[in-house]
């Protein structure tokens, strides 16, 4: 599953969460200036890079790659009942994405390592908080996986694509 897969995947979770469909992208800070919250970016910073985990699995891993995103979630408070609701809301945000990542994540890994609250000069209303998040992707053996025989009884060997060879 690609990042781009992950993120679509949280979008569709983190709608039900939410109760409403809140724009998610992946890529550098780029915030329009008119829109509005709610919305979350994903901001790649770092490339790490682990052992394998799952090993037998087909294809097979042969390291995990840790992509880091710093995740702005930014949000504000509907009825504008001043600034510490506009916190309430955005914690709220980040908590539901905190969660529709795990739970879109449940085939690889994803754990947070930090996050922050930073004022931002796009953010015109409300407030955006940052989790700092790694999500484990597999590197995988690019070959291709062995044929799985599930049924030898009855059959000659020669169904489906096998073509016999000229005769001599």
Same mark, same amino acid.
């Given at each position: *599953?690609?990042?781009?897969?992950?993120?679509?995947?949280?979008?569709?979770?983190?709608?039900?969460? =939410?109760?409403?469909?809140? &724009?998610?992208? #992946?890529?550098?800070?780029?915030?329009?200036?008119?829109?509005?919250? %709610?919305?979350?970016?994903?901001?790649?910073?770092?490339?790490? =890079?682990?052992? @394998?985990?799952?090993?037998?699995?087909?294809?097979? &891993?042969?390291?995990?790659?840790?992509?880091?995103?710093?995740?702005?979630?930014?949000? =504000?408070?509907?009825?504008?009942?001043? &600034?510490? /609701?506009?916190?309430?809301? @955005?914690?709220?945000? #980040?908590?539901?994405?905190?969660?529709?990542?795990?739970?879109?994540?449940?085939?690889?890994?994803?754990?947070?390592?930090?996050?922050?609250?930073?004022?931002?000069?796009?953010?015109?209303?409300? *407030?955006?908080?940052? &989790?700092?998040? #790694?999500?484990?992707? %597999?590197? #995988?053996?690019?070959?291709?996986?062995?044929?799985?025989?599930?049924?030898?009884?009855?059959?000659?060997?020669?169904?489906?694509?096998?073509? %016999?060879?000229?005769? /001599?």
């Amino acid at each position: *599953m690609s990042i781009a897969a992950i993120i679509a995947e949280l979008q569709t979770k983190l709608a039900g969460l =939410y109760g409403e469909t809140v &724009p998610c992208s #992946v890529g550098m800070l780029k915030v329009p200036e008119h829109d509005k919250p %709610p919305r979350v970016i994903f901001v790649p910073t770092d490339m790490l =890079y682990g052992p @394998a985990k799952g090993p037998g699995r087909n294809p097979r &891993p042969l390291a995990t790659h840790r992509q880091q995103f710093t995740v702005h979630c930014w949000d =504000y408070d509907r009825q504008k009942r001043g &600034p510490d /609701f506009d916190f309430d809301a @955005a914690f709220a945000l #980040v908590l539901k994405v905190e969660a529709a990542l795990l739970l879109t994540c449940s085939h690889f890994s994803a754990s947070f390592l930090k996050g922050g609250w930073e004022k931002q000069s796009w953010a015109h209303m409300g *407030m955006v908080g940052t &989790p700092i998040v #790694v999500i484990d992707v %597999p590197i #995988v053996d690019g070959t291709l996986g062995t044929a799985v025989i599930t049924n030898v009884h009855g059959t000659t060997g020669l169904e489906g694509s096998v073509e %016999p060879g000229p005769s /001599f």
